[in-house]
């Protein structure tokens, strides 16, 4: 599985913190399905959604790493407990 960029990552948890875009960010995830979340096009478009929302560049490199660790982890964001473990990934924990 691939990993995440440190950078990228640190970037997205200090933006997280902002109660305005904590919430955005929180609709997008909520209105995604498994399913869209196990082909890229479905990971892409939610990285693009994430970063036009956060006003976070994403190169191209970047964006195709992120949907192949999204992929991998096959996570359903319909689901309280892999909203909780992915929570936790997100938050280093």
């Known amino acids: 599985m691939s990993q995440l960029d440190p950078r990228l990552m ?4 200090c933006r997280m913190m902002d ?6 960010v929180c609709g997008i995830l909520r209105a995604q399905k498994c399913k869209d979340l196990k082909c890229h096009h479905g990971c892409c478009s939610m990285i693009d959604r994430l970063s036009e929302c956060m006003g976070v560049p994403v190169s191209p490199a970047e964006r195709e790493n992120a949907a192949q660790w999204l992929m991998g982890c096959g996570v359903d964001p319909q689901n309280p407990y892999h909203r909780r473990r992915m929570r936790g990934i997100v938050w280093g924990r």
């Open 10 to 13: 640190r970037t997205f948890r």
């Open 19 to 24: 109660p305005r875009c904590f919430y955005k």
